[in-house]
């Protein structure tokens, strides 16, 4: 299933955009993180130094979403990573009771 599956499903465009940003911010603050001298920030750290040039270059959107709508979308990226961990989770426990041979035997 490729992107263009997903036009009419809000959820899978939201999965596919949040995919793409994410590995996209990913592999800048690591690069840019590895090119940076160790003392480009004295006294400070450098991944935080960063994480707040990222916060002001996203600043501006943000602000013109409005904070409710940002803090509604912080929301929805921490509910939607709590439910992957849950379903891992629950992927680890029976996977375990495979291993164990307890599945529909009880």
């Known amino acids: 299933m490729g992107e263009t599956h997903c036009l009419h499903d809000p959820a899978a465009e939201y999965v596919w955009e949040?995919?793409?940003?994410?590995?996209?911010?990913?592999?800048?603050?690591?690069?840019?993180f590895e090119d940076?001298?160790?003392?480009?920030?004295?006294?400070e750290n450098s991944g935080e130094v960063l994480i707040e040039m990222l916060t002001g270059t996203m600043r501006p959107a943000l602000a013109q979403a409005g904070e409710h709508l940002v803090r509604e979308a912080t929301?929805?990226?921490?509910?939607?990573?709590?439910?992957?961990?849950?379903?891992?989770?629950?992927?680890?426990?029976?996977?375990?009771?495979l291993e164990r041979g307890s599945v529909g035997q009880g």
């Open 18 to 32: 949040l995919v793409r940003t994410g590995l996209m911010l990913h592999g800048l603050l690591c690069n840019l």
């Open 75 to 97: 929301a929805l990226l921490k509910a939607g990573s709590q439910r992957v961990i849950e379903d891992l989770e629950a992927g680890l426990v029976l996977r375990l009771a």
């Open 36 to 43: 940076l001298p160790e003392d480009a920030f004295p006294g």
